[in-house]
C-alpha cells in the first residue's frame, strides 16, 4: 500500500493535533492520486534532487520560447501520464491570458477507474 503525507490545499502538509496526516487507506487512493498528480505538475523539472528526471521541463523547455502554449500543453500532459496510478486523460483545457500567465487544468483517469485533478 502506497502511502504519502497529506497535502492541503494551500500545498502544505496537513497536520492535526501535532501529527502527520497520511493518505494511507483504500479511501484515499484517489486523492493520492490527485495529489501526485498535482505535486508532479507544480514541480520543476530537476527540483527535487533525489530524481532530477520528475516534474515539467518549464525551464529547460517552455519559459522563454515562441509558442510555448503547444510545447507547455504537450509538457504537461506527458507528465502527467507518467504519474502512478494515471491511465489516461479524460480532459484538458489551457490558456494564456494577455499578460502572458499561462494556466492549465487537467482531469485523468485512475487505474482504478476514479477521476484526478489537478491545476498549474
Do not use: C, H
Amino acid at each position: 500500500m502506497n502511502q504519502d503525507f497529506l497535502i492541503g490545499s494551500d500545498g502544505n502538509l496537513v497536520l492535526v493535533n501535532g501529527d502527520l496526516m497520511l493518505t494511507l487507506d483504500s479511501e484515499t487512493v484517489a486523492q493520492a492520486t490527485a495529489q501526485r498528480l498535482q505535486t508532479r505538475l507544480r514541480m520543476f523539472m530537476g527540483e527535487w534532487f533525489l530524481n532530477t528526471n520528475l516534474g515539467v521541463p518549464y525551464l529547460q523547455s517552455i519559459l522563454g520560447k515562441k509558442g510555448a502554449q503547444d510545447i507547455a500543453d504537450a509538457a504537461i500532459k506527458n507528465t502527467a501520464l507518467g504519474v502512478p496510478n494515471i491511465a489516461g486523460i479524460n480532459e484538458y483545457t489551457s490558456s494564456v491570458s494577455p499578460a502572458r500567465s499561462y494556466s492549465a487544468a487537467i482531469v485523468a483517469q485512475t487505474a482504478d477507474g476514479t477521476e484526478a485533478t489537478a491545476t498549474v
